[in-house]
Structures are given as structure tokens and as C-alpha cells.
């Protein structure tokens, strides 16, 4: 691992590129739409889904202020002297069950520090599904450092893992693959991903296995990252089930593309993750008019959690919507949500 300055990286890319060579690099096929301008993406039996952290960081002040003395909301994550004290990290476990009855297990998102994400791994047996081979692949839903950081926990005992990532991920990113240390921001991954890599591009329908697929969101998001993908899960005779890490391209479009795009979409079931409504302060009308646009799609589960926002968990509750409560235990803040080590079924 070779241990990088913001400035060594610069420089590195202005010399033909050669620190971002990375082998295996294949592009996913989308799926085609029907006749009807949907996209059938299969069904499935079930999803459980555990929460191995939702807690990104301990202290939203520190963690404000550190970005506000860099420079704010626009400036680059990679060059902020984060305090990895601060440190804590998003990452959920699924286990699809297939019409068949066969079980397909994958990570979404790695976490922010290695230490904390390294105790959870072990707390909830991840360490050892990794080892054995059981998880299938790495879902990251975005490059915030807060999900994506933590590359280096699960790499410690699956280096050859595959990993699906949005098209839409910048040099950096692409770079921290390879074990890489970024001084400023203390982001380090010492161990070389030597697995498949597959790149999403925007906009299509990845199936990933009959009744789940992917689909990645362009837009621009703080501090310089790009694109978020998320994914949907068909759950036969329940309906479509939509998960996130941070749902930055908003609720309201995420379901509205199921709605619009894919066959039983128009059947909503659940939501599962972060939804990015209230995660650093009280409620406003923008945030008000998502919140009460969620009733539309009559969901029968809100599995919120992360950065929906406490606020935005409790205007749920005020207008009583589903929302699946937690224990509030190993970090997390509150039980009316789904929490560190907490999990929920759909099916």
C-alpha cells in the first residue's frame, strides 16, 4: 500500500494515469424493457435484511464543523482533515430468498472506520460469512466516506470479493480499490481489491438475480461525490421492496421509478435505509412535502434509518405511517427505528 497525499494523487493522474490501472473492470447489461416500456426484473420469495451500522458518525457538530473549516458542502471529502474518532460507518447485510429456495447473501456499503466496522463485523458474524465465502458481493451505494471508507474491513477477509459500484464513482474512489492511504482525510484501505469490479451506468436496470435489481441515480451530492445507486427487491404476492443507503436522489424518485419503470412496481411493499430527510437538523416545509408524499405509495413497511433524520422518523409515526421500530441498542440512537444489529423481514 502506498500512502498518498491529495497533491502525490494529482500528480500521479497528470503522468499518464497510471495509479488508477485496475484489471477486471467489466460493465453490467442492463436489462431490456418489454413492450409495455417496463422492465421485468423476476420476482422473489423474501428479503431479510440485518442493520450492521447505521450510525455514520458519533458527533454531527464535529463532523459539520470540519466540513464548514475546509471550505463547506462543495469541497472535495478527500481533502478534509476528518477525525476518525468521529468515525462510525453505514452497512447492512441482505439475504434474498429465491423463488427456489436458494439464499443469495451481499453487503451494502462498508462503513467509514475500520475499528468500529471490524467490532460490528464480528458482533453479527460477517467476519466469518466473508471468510467462508457466503457473501456473494459488495453492493456500494455511493462514495461517501461514511459507506464506502470502510473498504479495508471487509477486503481483511474477502480480498477477491466482487464489487458493484456506480459508473459514476471519481478517481479517487476508483483508486482506493487498489490500497491506498489518503493522508489529510484519514482514509486508508491497505489491502488490494483483487476481486471482479463491475461498474453501473446511470439510468439502467441492472438484475442482479431474478426479483432483485440495481439502479444507479445521477446527480451531484455533497462534498464532491456523484450518482447513488439502489436497489429493488420483488417479493412474490407482497410487492416491490426499495433499498438505499442514503437515498439522495430522494424517496419520492426512487419509488416513482419502480412506479414507472418495472413490472410490479405499482404495488409498493417496503423501504429499507437511509432516506437523507432531516440528517442534520429540524424539520422544514421541503422536508414536510416528502415526508407526507410518501403516503401515496401506501407502504406497508418503513424500515428507515441512518440519515432519514430522527425528526422525519417521528413525522412518519405523527401521520402513522408503518415504520418499523429498533432496540436502540450498540450505538444507535433511538428504538424507533431500525438500529445497529436490529433486522426486518420483508415477505
Known sequence: MKEISRREFIKGMAIGGAVL?????????????????????????????????ELGWFDTKKLIGQMKAAGGPKTNQWIIPWDPKNAAGSCSLIDMEALDGRHHKFLIDTGWNNQYMDEAFKREGVDQMLKRGEIEFLFISHEHLDHYWGLETVLKYDPSIKIVIPSTFYPEGMHYLKGAEFITPHARNGIPHKGQLVQCKPGHINKFYNGCAGVTFDLPIVIRVRGEQSLYFNVKDKGMVCVTGCCHQSILTFADFAQKKIVGGDNMYGVYGGLHIAPFGPMNPKREHIVKGMAKYNFKKIACNHCTGLVAVQKMIELGYPVVKGTGRFGSKSDLYIGNGDEVFFG
Do not use: M, T
Not at 423476476?42 to 428479503?47: E, F, T
Open 21 to 53: 490501472g485496475l484489471g477486471g473492470i467489466v460493465w453490467h447489461k442492463p436489462l431490456e424493457a418489454l413492450a409495455s416500456g417496463k422492465y421485468d426484473i423476476g420476482r422473489c420469495k423474501s428479503v431479510r435484511i440485518k442493520c450492521i451500522s
